[in-house]
């Protein structure tokens, strides 16, 4: 018998993708060559006129309002973003399989129906690859896996039976514990505004899609967000991104290795072209009573709230590790000025001690040293990737621990958990206690290929569970966000993000940031959004 090398088997895994992709119809159009440096423009240059107002202008709420009074059809709108995402993966190599047919065949079906099926009748939405669908195999970006048929999914039927139309999966880095997307299946993804940036990860290829505006609405796939999934690539593509509070929605349909390592919990987050829409998701899921079928989630409706007298925040200026890049520092001071003349109260945050949280957080999320995130790996033998050694190997914290020894860091976690909720409530000594913190969602622009290596300001909140939301706030500007040539640096972690910095090599990159809350306050993170949005400006 002949034997597969781990080429071979990858090779099937585009062919099934380019497969799909050659059912576009009309085919796309050539596209410029070399590719700028921004994809931004392509859409306008290659979709139609209707194609680019329905992929461009509205976000879910504003379609799903069209859908129900048929002022637009669902296969009009399916086949408008099933180009749109075809082009983004001409541009930025987002896509493992565009589902044509079954996308199509799901939307006439819809149209044909006299009443809306539910409040996602008609909506297009993308999936993640390893986020399990039914009739579908699943890898999760693990050569070894192709091939190897989806588990069932209760969060993709509870959209799907909410009338969403499936069409498009994406792709994720190796291990799918990387701030950047890469594997040696479909390789690196792009960033939409600058390619020679980081799109992000785990969650790379959503966040590419969401950002070329290929889809208005991504759900986060398998394992959510466990150390920033979600939220790097929505900073780094200009997308909204929340991290809700773990054990608020289901997880099952997951594939990913070491199923069952609880110390860290991962939670599903939506990516989204707008702040709405982030309500919608959560609302259209927690309706569904999840809990009923899944003892281990938290018994709690979706119920937005609003706020009623000025806020107090805390800006988080730096992490006390690594300072962050000027355009980031230059966000903070723009949002925090407009909270002010709001009539909110702005204060500063006091990081407690964030450099013990990477160092407790990150050995949780390998006590076995990282042998089930590299056994597939080793079993293809597929090349272990740099970002994937730099998270397994290069880690003081992650090593192979006995039971005792993981129990003693669980139990150093919960210290940890303890200590941050007194040091949280002590900001009440001085009046009214803070209500959230606008922080850096890391801890510069979309970074250089190969260099997302500071995840503090993402996994931090992992570690604490508190939800947080990103919302994108500006972009680089080459001309005020100058690097500080003077400034020191204060350890080796510090000094190599100084000196990843340029404006030039950041030209035209997304700036965005986060809004975080206590564990459990989901809905006051997004109604602290909403107020700050406001402050700025916005609707």
Not at 40 to 53: D, F, I, M, V
Not at 174 to 197: A, F, K, S
Not at 384 to 400: A, G, M, S, Y
Not at 506 to 520: D, F, H, I, K, N
Request: proline share 8%.
């Amino acid at each position: 018998m002949a034997i597969t090398t781990w080429q071979e088997k990858a090779q099937k895994a585009r062919n099934l993708r380019d497969a799909s992709l050659s059912k576009v119809d009309p085919p796309l159009g050539p596209l410029p060559d070399p590719l700028p440096l921004s994809s931004q423009g392509l859409p306008k240059l290659l979709l139609t006129p209707r194609e680019y107002e329905l992929t461009q202008n509205y976000d879910a709420i504003a379609l799903l309002k069209m859908l129900r009074e048929k002022t637009l059809t669902s296969e009009e709108l399916t086949r408008a973003f099933l180009r749109r995402a075809a082009l983004a993966q001409a541009a930025v190599n987002c896509v493992t399989e565009l589902m044509w047919n079954e996308a199509i065949e799901r939307a006439k079906y819809l149209d044909s129906c006299p009443e809306p099926v539910g409040p996602l009748h008609g909506l297009p939405i993308s999936v993640k690859e390893h986020h399990g669908m039914t009739g579908k195999t699943n890898h999760a970006s693990y050569v070894a896996w192709i091939g190897e048929d989806s588990g069932l999914n209760p969060l993709n039927d509870s959209l799907y039976n909410a009338g969403c139309v499936y069409y498009v999966r994406t792709t994720g880095p190796q291990t799918l514990m990387h701030l950047e997307c890469n594997n040696n299946i479909y390789g690196r993804t792009v960033n939409p505004w600058n390619r020679n940036l980081t799109c992000g990860g785990s969650s790379g290829g959503e966040g590419a899609l969401v950002g070329m505006r290929g889809s208005v609405w991504y759900l986060q796939g398998l394992g959510g967000d466990i150390g920033g999934s979600v939220r790097a690539p929505a900073s780094n593509c200009g997308v909204y991104g929340f991290k809700p509070t773990a054990k608020r929605i289901p997880l099952k349909g997951m594939k990913a290795a070491m199923a069952g390592k609880d110390s860290v919990l991962a939670t599903f987050g939506p990516l989204t072209v707008s702040r709405d829409t982030i309500h919608l998701f959560m609302k259209t899921l927690l309706d569904e009573e999840p809990w009923r079928l899944d003892p281990s989630l938290t018994v709690k409706p979706w119920t937005p709230e609003k706020i009623t007298t000025p806020l107090k925040i805390a800006i988080e200026w730096s992490d006390g590790v690594v300072k962050p890049h000027p355009p980031v520092i230059r966000a903070m001071q723009e949002v925090a000025a407009a909270c002010k003349a709001a009539g909110m109260e702005v204060v500063d945050w006091e990081p407690l001690d964030h450099a013990k949280a990477w160092d407790i957080v990150s050995g949780l999320y390998f006590p076995d040293g990282g042998e089930a995130a590299l056994a597939p790996i080793i079993e293809s033998g597929e090349p272990i990737l740099p970002l994937t050694k730099f998270i397994t190997e290069e880690q003081p914290n992650v090593k192979k621990r006995d039971m005792h020894q993981y129990w003693g860091l669980c139990v150093e976690r919960d210290g940890y958990r303890e200590a941050y909720a007194r040091h949280w409530s002590k900001t009440a000594e001085t009046g009214k206690e803070v209500d959230v913190i606008i922080c850096p969602t890391t801890p510069g622009a979309a970074p250089l290929h190969e260099t997302a290596r500071y995840w503090p300001y993402t996994s931090q909140w992992n570690l604490l569970d508190y939800p947080t939301v990103v919302f994108p706030v500006t972009f680089v500007d080459q001309e005020k966000d100058l690097k500080d040539e003077s400034y020191v640096p204060t350890n080796e972690q510090d000094k190599y993000n100084h000196e990843l910095y340029s404006p030039e090599a950041y030209a035209g990159a997304p700036v965005s940031l986060s809004v975080v809350g206590r564990r459990y306050m989901d809905e006051k993170v997004m109604a602290a959004l909403e107020a700050i949005e406001h402050a700025m400006g916005r609707e």
